[in-house]
């Protein structure tokens, strides 16, 4: 647990233990999770590798762990931040790890962003991708 708080670029000991309590389905890793899911400001990556960010990893592990729904309003309510700051990245940002939780109440999410964005076909074509994804999600669950 010494791990997560170990300083590093961009949060990298965060994530590695965070994948490490994931990977060892460790009911340890709730309260690191959701700490990390909640925390906007510290830095992060903006890659395309897997886990790239501490707050998708945490969403991660809260899946593993069967908390998912615990997370669920803590990202809602930074993607309505950010809906009402009009900041694009953090709404698909937060976007993806709604689909991420794949909790069953992120489908009003998909209807924010469809109400946000109707007139904007390639943010809609974006949204849209989300939701098959997040549908595909639920169906696993």
């Known amino acids: ?15 590695s233990a965070l994948n490490g ?8 890793g709730f309260d690191v999770a959701l700490a990390a899911l909640s925390d906007s400001n510290a830095p992060h990556w903006t890659l395309a590798t897997p886990t790239w960010d501490h707050r998708l990893a945490a969403a991660e592990t ?5 908390k998912a729904n615990e997370g669920y309003s803590v990202i809602l309510n930074q993607l309505k931040k950010s809906l009402a700051e ?5 709404i698909f940002y937060n976007a ?6 794949a909790d069953p109440r992120g489908s009003e999410v998909f209807t924010l962003l469809k109400e946000k964005f109707k007139n904007n076909d ?5 949204v849209n991708q989300l939701e098959a994804q997040f549908t595909n999600a639920l169906k696993k669950n």
């Open 1 to 15: 647990m010494i791990l997560k708080t170990k300083p590093s670029w961009k949060n990298q000991s965060l994530i």
């Open 21 to 28: 309590l994931k990977e060892l389905g460790d009911p340890r």
């Open 62 to 66: 809260l899946v593993v762990l069967g």
């Open 86 to 90: 009009n900041d694009i990245n953090d």
């Open 96 to 101: 993806l790890q709604i689909k991420t939780l």
């Open 122 to 126: 390639n943010a809609m074509a974006s």
